[in-house]
C-alpha cells in the first residue's frame, strides 16, 4: 500500500526565515510526486510535479527536490502570504494511478 | 478560463438524511475526481468518473456514490447520513489524457455538516 508522511504538521516561522517541509513516500514504482497549497476554505492548488530522483522544480521561494524515497519543499526567505497547508501526494506506476495524499503541513509565516 | 466550481458551498443536514452534491468542472476536462477532507484523515479518495463511467473507487461504504452527465458535469450523492460524514468535499477534474497525470485542479470545496 502507497504510503505518504509528511513531517512537520504545523511549522512558525518569521518573515524571512527560510526552511525545509518534509514528504517520505513508500510506493512500489514513483510515477509521480505533487506539491499542492491549501488556504483556508479553499481547494488545493497544484504547484509541482516531480518524477525522478534528483530532479527539482521552483517557482518563486519555493523549490522542490526529490530523492528516492523522500521530497522537500524548501521555502527561502518566506513571506506572510506564504502561509497555508502544504499537500503532498504520490503516484504509483501500475494499477490505480489515483494519487495518494499525505496529511499536509500547515505553515504560518508570521510578520 | 472558469475554474472548477462546486455547489452547494455549504450545508448543514441531519442524521438520516441524504445529500447531493454538485461539480462542472474546467471545460475540456473529462475526468472528474471527488475527495472527502477532514482533519483526522486528510484528503481520501472517493471515486473517479472519465466520460461518464466510474473508473475508479475509494474506500467508502455504498452510501457514496456518484455519477458524472455527457456534459462532464459530476454529482455525488451520500444516503443515510452520519455524523462522521462531516467533512469537505472535494472536486478536481483533470483533462486524464492516457490516464490521470496526477495534476488536479480542485474546487473549493463543498462543507457539509452533519447534526
Known amino acids: 500500500e502507497d504510503q505518504v508522511t509528511q513531517s512537520p504538521e504545523a511549522l512558525r516561522l518569521q518573515e524571512g526565515e527560510s526552511s525545509s517541509l518534509n514528504c517520505s513516500y513508500t510506493?512500489?514504482?514513483?510515477?509521480?510526486l505533487f506539491w499542492y497549497r491549501q488556504d483556508p476554505g479553499k481547494g488545493p492548488e497544484f504547484l509541482f510535479t516531480?518524477?525522478?530522483a534528483g530532479e527539482e522544480k521552483e517557482k518563486e521561494r519555493l523549490k522542490a527536490t526529490l530523492t528516492k524515497k523522500e521530497s522537500f519543499l524548501h521555502i527561502t526567505a518566506p513571506k506572510p502570504e506564504d502561509s497555508a497547508t502544504y499537500l503532498c501526494?504520490?503516484?504509483?506506476?501500475?494499477?490505480?494511478?489515483?494519487?495518494?495524499f499525505g496529511r499536509g503541513t500547515s505553515l504560518i509565516v508570521h510578520p | 478560463k472558469a475554474g472548477v466550481t462546486q455547489t452547494p458551498r455549504y450545508l448543514i443536514k441531519t442524521r438520516g438524511q441524504q445529500v447531493t452534491l454538485s461539480c462542472s468542472p474546467i471545460?475540456?476536462?473529462?475526468?472528474v475526481s471527488w475527495y472527502q477532507q477532514t482533519p483526522g484523515q486528510g484528503l481520501q479518495f472517493l471515486f473517479e468518473?472519465?466520460?461518464?463511467?466510474?473508473?475508479n473507487k475509494g474506500n467508502f461504504p455504498g452510501r457514496f456514490s456518484g455519477r458524472q452527465f455527457s456534459n462532464s458535469r459530476s454529482e455525488m450523492n451520500v444516503s443515510t447520513l452520519e455524523l462522521g460524514d462531516s467533512a469537505l468535499y472535494l472536486c478536481?477534474?483533470?483533462?486524464?489524457?492516457?490516464?490521470?497525470?496526477?495534476?488536479?485542479?480542485f474546487g473549493e470545496g463543498s462543507r457539509l455538516t452533519v447534526l
Open positions: 478536481a477534474s483533470s483533462l486524464a489524457a492516457g490516464g490521470n497525470t496526477g495534476e488536479l485542479f
Open positions: 510506493v512500489s514504482g514513483l510515477r509521480g
Open positions: 516531480l518524477y525522478s
Open positions: 501526494a504520490v503516484q504509483a506506476t501500475g494499477g490505480s494511478y489515483i494519487p495518494t
Open positions: 471545460s475540456g476536462h473529462r475526468s
Open positions: 468518473y472519465f466520460s461518464e463511467t466510474q473508473r
